[in-house]
Each structure stands twice: as C-alpha cells, then as structure tokens.
C-alpha cells in the first residue's frame, strides 16, 4: 500500500491535469498505480487506430521509389493532429506528412521510399530493419489549419501513436499483403483525386500542394478566352 502512494505521489507530481481525473473516475482498485503508470506509457490507444497497425509494406523494386499506404483513424472524441516523421528523411516521405482529423474521421496517407540496391551480397530483404517510421499525435482544439508547428508549441502533450517497421513484399509473389497493399493505394489515389476536384460552387480553395496555382491558370485563361471572345464582339 505504501508503494502505492508513494508511486501516486510521484504520478501526481507529473501529471497533475491527468492524474486528478484518473483518480475521480476510476475507483480505485489493487492494480490502479500499475494501470496509471501504463497509461501515463500508452497513450497511444485512445487517439488513432493505424491499419496495418506496426509495419508499412513495400514492394521491392531496388533502385526505384515505391510506395506504401496505412489508413489512420482518430478513434477518441476530441479533434487530433498526426505528425510522421522517419528515421531517413533523404529517402522516405509522407502524404500528407501531418492532417488534424475529426473523431471519427480516418484518411489514408501514401509513404513513399527510395529502395536501395542490395550492398555487396546482402540477402535483399535484410535491408528491411533500418528505417523506421513514427506516427506521432496531439490532441488539438476543433477544427483548425494543420501546421507542423503544433508539434513544438505542445511538446509534453504529443504522443508517440506508433513505430513502424518496414517489411519488403515480393512484387512477383501474390500475397494477401500485396493485395491489401494494392487495395489501399488504389483508395489512396482516389482520395488525391476527390480532393483535387473543387467543389463547383465554392470560390478558390487551397487543396494540398500546387493546386490552386492550377486553378489560378484555369481562371487566367477562361478570362482571356472571354477578353479575346468580347474583343471580337465590340469591333
């Protein structure tokens, strides 16, 4: 017993905000300290469900850039942002790297990967334990633009959700891996393409990267168009 209030003691004093609501909505019971110092250590359950929840899958094809996808669920009932970060920032890359997500609301986001060519004579696959990924999460005020500076503001409320090792597919090899990876890269692309189409009433929209300097070009040249169009008329 005295353990235990030495070990609440000591969680109190880190966790203040936290630990007088776990104390008030929990009754208390024998394994509290030890369920309190594993949720102080696993917030990772309560805000994103990943799937595939530890490994992102990768076709090998050495010496070329593949990609694989992970779908990411903010299970908890308050709005969360997602950061990704990687171990080989020069190789390996995110889209999107960060989004907030509304509960409820799950996206599907494509990593991108530089396979290098086997060294000497390395087995191919063993290269696969090197780069890891991590998914890391904060919880945020409602709805609100995703800026990476949310990470820095709020270092000691971000939760690390997950480290995600790499495992190589066999591209030539049908595996329920490859057809799940198939299938979700499939849904990957075809949410890019739902979000590059603006919706027709709305005014300029900034849609991920580079789009609206597309829209803008569009708008340019219909306006000329119609310049040109209304020259012709007055003369």
């Known amino acids: 017993m005295m353990q235990q209030q030495q070990h609440h ?5 880190n966790h203040q905000h936290n630990s007088q609501i776990e104390g008030s909505s929990n009754p208390p019971h024998p394994s509290n300290s030890v369920s309190s110092v594993a949720r102080s250590l696993l917030p990772t359950r309560r805000r994103l469900k990943l799937d595939p929840a530890s490994k992102l899958y990768f076709p090998y094809e050495p010496g070329k850039q593949v990609r694989s996808a992970i779908r990411i ?3 908890s009932k308050s709005h969360v942002a997602f950061k990704f970060q990687t171990t080989a920032p020069k190789s390996c ?3 999107p790297p960060g989004a907030i997500l509304a509960p409820g609301e799950s996206i599907i986001a494509t990593v991108f990967k530089f396979v290098e060519l086997p060294e000497n004579n390395e087995k191919p696959m063993e290269q696969k334990s090197k780069v890891k990924f991590k998914i890391m999460s904060l919880k945020v005020k409602g709805v609100m633009d995703y800026v990476p500076e949310l990470f820095d503001e709020q270092k000691d409320q971000v939760a690390i959700e997950q480290i995600l090792g790499v495992i190589f597919l066999d591209p030539e090899r049908p595996s329920p891996a490859l057809e799940k990876l198939k299938r979700q890269l499939a849904d990957a692309d075809a949410a890019v393409e739902a979000r590059k189409k603006p ?4 005014g300029p929209r900034i849609i991920g990267e580079g789009l609206v300097i597309d829209e803008w070009k569009e708008r340019r040249e219909r306006y000329l168009a119609r310049q040109q169009g209304e020259g012709v008329d007055s003369v």
């Open 9 to 13: 003691h000591h969680h109190h004093h």
């Open 73 to 75: 669920k903010n299970t």
């Open 93 to 95: 890359f995110m889209r």
């Open 199 to 202: 919706p027709e009433d709305a």
